[in-house]
């Protein structure tokens, strides 16, 4: 479940925050999303092993979701009065 954080978040700080603050934001989503997955691999069935792919396949999408949130929010920007 907290493997969605990065990926929505990341659309969302991306679409709807300037480029520096979405970056941040986003860094800090990985973070979090690898540490509780880090912390409850073994509840789930799993082992810390499982995070050496795990973590760098997230780390792509999570980096895909912030570039398909920033093309959002770049095209949304050019709608306006001046730009029907």
């Given amino acids: 479940m907290f493997a ?3 990926i929505v978040g990341g659309v969302l700080a ?3 925050a300037s480029r520096r603050v979405a970056v941040v934001l986003q ?11 880090t912390i409850s691999a073994p509840d ?13 396949a997230l780390a792509v999408v999570s980096g895909l979701a912030l570039v398909a949130g ?3 929010g770049r095209r949304g920007a050019g709608r ?5």
């Fill in 4 to 6: 969605l954080l990065p």
């Fill in 14 to 16: 991306g679409w709807l």
């Fill in 27 to 37: 860094i800090v989503f990985y973070a979090v999303a690898v540490t509780m997955l």
């Fill in 44 to 56: 789930h069935g799993g082992t810390y092993g499982d995070l050496a792919w795990i973590a760098p």
């Fill in 70 to 72: 920033l093309w959002l």
């Fill in 80 to 84: 306006g009065a001046a730009n029907p």
